[in-house]
């Protein structure tokens, strides 16, 4: 395969990699040629271009095309240059949907996630006997209840502080930056290396005298 020029193959091979979802490296680059390798190190994918001055153009002359890593969701080569080449104005709504449905492609749907908290809560009791796990929620006439607090309290985590962390509590808190907002407060400790230890935990609505 022959291109006009070097920038004609590199917008060749970024289209390419976006479209098998595999990241490249350059390893060689200059003005006469380029090469690129997979980046991840175990995999043998390989291309190589350089100008044929007989035609005055760029030839591929290696091209290991055979993958041996997974598909990779995130691809830097998409980036803002990429989106600009095809010259096509989107609409702010669209772009807020699609980040909507790529950000629930990679954590999951939120909303799902509240359905199975309590069996969130029983898998934690089961996998650590003596530990403390409290969920409060609120009556709703029309479906099942709505979810309103989540306290956790993990048995290796009482047994470590009281074994080997410093016999001082600091209170801590963040907010939730989801769908469903609300407040993660933290009761933390230090350990012996003046590391931040995680005591318990709690996720509320909002930040009161009643949490």
């Given at each position: 395969m022959k291109f006009g020029t070097l920038y004609e193959f590199k917008s060749a091979l970024r289209e390419y990699s976006i479209l098998m979802g595999k990241e490249f490296k350059w390893k060689k680059n200059d003005k006469q040629r380029a090469r690129a390798k997979c980046k991840k190190t175990f995999?043998?994918?390989?291309?190589?271009?350089?100008?044929?001055?007989?035609?005055?153009?760029?030839?591929?002359?290696?091209?290991?095309?055979?993958?041996?890593?997974?598909?990779?969701?995130?691809?830097?080569?998409?980036?803002?240059?990429?989106?600009?080449?095809?010259?096509?104005?989107?609409?702010?709504?669209?772009?807020?949907?699609?980040?909507?449905?790529?950000?629930q492609l990679v954590e999951g749907n939120e909303r799902k996630q509240y359905a199975i908290v309590f069996d969130y809560a029983h898998e934690l009791l089961r996998s650590n006997p003596g530990s403390t796990v409290k969920i409060n929620t609120v009556p709703s006439p029309e479906g099942p209840p709505q979810f309103q607090r989540l306290y956790i309290c993990l048995a290796g985590g009482k047994k470590r502080f009281v074994a080997g962390c410093r016999l001082c509590i600091g209170l801590d808190g963040c907010f939730l930056k989801s769908a469903f907002e609300g407040n993660l407060l933290s009761a933390v400790g230090l350990d012996g290396n003046n590391h931040i230890f995680v005591i318990a935990y709690v996720v509320v609505d909002i930040e009161n005298k009643d949490n």
């Amino acid at each position: 395969m022959k291109f006009g020029t070097l920038y004609e193959f590199k917008s060749a091979l970024r289209e390419y990699s976006i479209l098998m979802g595999k990241e490249f490296k350059w390893k060689k680059n200059d003005k006469q040629r380029a090469r690129a390798k997979c980046k991840k190190t175990f995999c043998d994918w390989e291309i190589y271009c350089a100008k044929n001055e007989v035609r005055n153009s760029f030839q591929i002359k290696t091209f290991k095309h055979n993958h041996n890593c997974c598909r990779e969701v995130n691809n830097k080569q998409a980036n803002r240059q990429w989106v600009q080449e095809f010259g096509v104005h989107i609409e702010v709504t669209k772009i807020w949907r699609a980040m909507k449905e790529a950000k629930q492609l990679v954590e999951g749907n939120e909303r799902k996630q509240y359905a199975i908290v309590f069996d969130y809560a029983h898998e934690l009791l089961r996998s650590n006997p003596g530990s403390t796990v409290k969920i409060n929620t609120v009556p709703s006439p029309e479906g099942p209840p709505q979810f309103q607090r989540l306290y956790i309290c993990l048995a290796g985590g009482k047994k470590r502080f009281v074994a080997g962390c410093r016999l001082c509590i600091g209170l801590d808190g963040c907010f939730l930056k989801s769908a469903f907002e609300g407040n993660l407060l933290s009761a933390v400790g230090l350990d012996g290396n003046n590391h931040i230890f995680v005591i318990a935990y709690v996720v509320v609505d909002i930040e009161n005298k009643d949490n």
